[in-house]
Structures are given as C-alpha cells and as structure tokens.
C-alpha cells in the first residue's frame, strides 16, 4: 500500500498507459485479479486513478487498461456528464484515498454526445431523464461549434477537454491538489475500434507523453 500511495501523478498516468498498450497489443497480464489481491486489499483499498468514464459498455475501464481489483476508483456516467454525486466521487477519491490522478475517459461515437448534437440540429429534447444528460452535454457541443470543430470525433474531444475544465474550476479540493502538485487531472479519447487512448487534456502533468498506437493528432484548421 505505501508503494502505491508514493506514486506521483506521471507515474500513475505511466502505469495506465502501459495497461492500454498491453490491452491494444493484446499482451494483457490481468494483474490483480485472483484470490491473493483479494485478500489482500480487503481490509483496505489504495487505487491509482480516478477514472471518471463514459457509462458505454464497451469502454470497461479495468479491461481497456488492463487493471484489476483495487487499482481504479471509477465513476461513470453516460456522456461523462456530472453533478455534485459525481464530483463529490471523485473528491472522494482524491482526497480521502489519496489517488494522484483524475482521468476523464471519452470516446468515438459517443451516443451521449451523437444524441445532444441530434437535438441541437433539431431543436427536440429528448423525453425523460434522458434530457438531463443531453443538457449537460450542450454547452460542450456549443463551444465545438463556436471554435469551428465538426467532425464528430472533434466533437468529442471538446467534450472532454471540457469536462476536464469543469471538473478543475467546480472542484475546490482538485483545485487544492493540483496547486499543490499532489494530483494530475487529464482526458483521454478512446477509440472503440483500435482501443487506443490520446491524450487531449492536461493539468498537472507536465511531462511530454507518447500516446501509444496512434499517430499525432492532425493539426486543426486555422
Ligand atoms: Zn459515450
């Protein structure tokens, strides 16, 4: 346990990134998944990351980067949408377990963020609480649009730098931490089909990190 609470946020964001690279590679090691990690953690859990993650079925944080019992607190929701159950998880995670980074997982082909660009374009809401989420997912899509991005994977990324910001400028405690250099928070963009995550948002990092199996973002136009 007291190895795992010395990790700085680079080394946190490392061990992600070496589970992904195992998961795209398919060279997974399921690390920490039997009956001894079990035990041992029972009495007291120590994850790594905050992973705060869209609810899609098909972005199963220990498993896109190769993790096991005890080593992500995750809180997920569809679109990666927030409210205070939301941002006081990830405080929680923070500031009472200790974890030295914050990760908001998007993805490509977002429902989340196809169905609010859906209302946006014509002007229905959808029914129910469904609503909710695509409210919340509005004003990233707006700030898409205002920078000029209209690519649906553009969309995306905005969507998380976003979130990423609003989680830093909601939060006072994860504003506390990364003044203090005890946490990182960053957004990552995964994508379904070649189960790569890039990097697209960053506070407290400050390291130059390669994004494995994707090449550099194209640049965007002026
Ligand atoms: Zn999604």
């Known amino acids: 346990m007291t190895e795992i609470r010395a990790l700085t946020p680079g080394d946190a964001f490392a061990m992600l990134l070496a589970g992904n690279e195992r998961f795209i590679t398919g060279r997974t090691q399921h690390p920490n998944q039997d009956a001894v990690r079990r035990a041992e953690i029972a009495p007291l859990q120590s994850p790594f990351a905050v992973l705060f993650g869209c609810s899609d079925s098909r ?3 220990e498993i896109i980067f190769d993790r096991g019992l005890g080593d992500l607190f995750v809180v997920r929701t569809a679109g990666h949408v927030m409210g205070p ?3 006081g998880s990830i405080e929680y995670g923070v500031s009472v377990l200790g974890c030295p980074l914050v990760v908001v997982l998007g993805h490509d082909s977002c ?3 196809a169905a609010t660009c859906a209302a946006l374009e014509e002007g229905l809401a959808p029914t129910g609480y469904v609503r909710d989420v695509v409210e919340r997912v509005t004003p990233s899509v707006l700030a898409a649009r205002a920078a000029g991005l209209t690519r649906p994977d553009e969309i995306v990324d905005e969507h998380i730098r976003n979130t990423v910001d609003l989680l830093v400028d909601r939060s006072r405690v994860l504003a506390d931490s990364l003044a203090a250099g005890r946490v990182a928070v960053v957004g990552l963009s995964y994508r379904l089909a070649e189960g790569t995550a890039r990097l697209v948002a960053d506070h407290g990092l400050g390291v130059p990190v ?5 090449e550099e973002e194209p640049a965007r136009p002026a």
């Open 210 to 214: 390669r994004t494995p199996g994707v």
């Open 85 to 87: 159950e939301v941002l």
């Open 59 to 61: 972005l199963a944080a």
């Open 111 to 113: 429902g989340a963020v």
